[in-house]
């Protein structure tokens, strides 16, 4: 099996529902607060890790209480943490999510996620190997992300990004991507669908509770997703990214791969919180047995 090297963000998120946004100046009454683990780096680590990869996760934390709890987190994780670097006097990540009606809502400090740097990035990828498969986001600074995909596609790894949050900054890099998984804004911010597609790299768009759309040969081919009640889609699209990857790298073909990611995205709405709610390997395989699938 190919191991995953993931380069991406950390934050620990503030979650609470409420019956909409709050107006200037209104203080609005919500119910169920939650901390969590998050960062779409980590979300996308945990679940290629607890969906069967072998994960090794590059990222940067403060030197505070979340920062070291996350570590933590991701250590019973079984994940390689290794080229996870403190950096003094900044906090880690955080995000404030307010969930209403299911769908999130989120404000995010980037923290310590700012200070990753392109010696990182070269200290995680000393182990990679050709055909190890590479997955980053934006929630890290571009300039960085984009050094991490150059540096896969001359290793020879398969090279994923997730690009979100979208930003045109990272065009300049997306020769060096085999795979771009936005969600229908990003990609509509990187220049449209058809293209992202004319660029040569292979596309999977997410849909949302509409499943994914997979372009080849200038066509678009949509497969739906399996249907489930949404309780919160925090960290859905996480979730199928790092399915997806966990699935190439046991070998899977790639569409094969992002239904199954799809599969474990469409359980995850179904719990709350970011990393709680992703789905294990035997919860996923449950899951698609009760579908008929």
């Given amino acids: 099996m190919k191991k995953i090297f993931i380069v991406g963000s950390i934050n620990t998120d503030l979650t609470i529902r409420a019956p909409y946004l709050p107006k200037r100046g209104e203080t609005l009454t919500g119910d169920g607060f939650l901390i969590a683990q998050g960062g779409k780096g980590a979300n996308q680590a945990v679940a290629a890790a607890r969906l069967g990869g072998e994960v090794v996760f590059c990222a940067c934390v403060g030197s505070d209480v979340f920062g070291a709890t996350a570590v933590k987190s991701l250590q019973r994780e079984k994940i390689d943490v290794s080229a996870i670097r403190t950096a003094e006097g900044v906090s880690s990540g955080a995000a404030v999510i307010v969930v209403i009606d299911g769908d999130n809502r989120i404000v995010l400090d980037k923290g310590a996620n700012a200070c990753l ?61 085999d795979l771009l998984t936005p969600n229908e804004t990003e990609a509509e911010i990187l220049g449209g669908r058809e293209a992202l597609a ?96």
């Fill in 117 to 177: 740097r392109e010696e990182d990035v070269e200290r995680a990828l000393e182990g990679a190997k050709e055909g190890d498969i590479l997955l980053a986001q934006l929630e890290n600074p571009v300039n960085v992300i984009g050094y991490a995909l150059k540096r896969g596609k001359e290793k020879g790894m398969y090279v994923v990004l997730n690009p979100a949050p979208a930003t045109r900054e990272i065009e300049p890099y997306l020769k060096y991507c």
């Fill in 198 to 293: 004319a660029k040569g790299m292979e596309l999977i768009v997410t849909l949302g509770s509409d499943g994914f759309e997979y372009y080849r040969g200038g066509k678009a081919e949509r497969h739906p997703c399996l249907p489930v009640k949404a309780v919160d889609t925090t960290a859905a699209g996480d979730t199928l990214c790092g399915g997806l990857c966990a699935r190439l790298a046991m070998g899977e073909e790639l569409v094969a791969a992002a239904e199954y990611g799809s599969a474990a995205a469409s359980l995850a709405c179904t719990r709350r919180g970011a990393q709680p709610s992703i789905p294990t390997a035997e919860e996923v395989k449950a899951f698609l047995a009760a579908n008929g699938k």
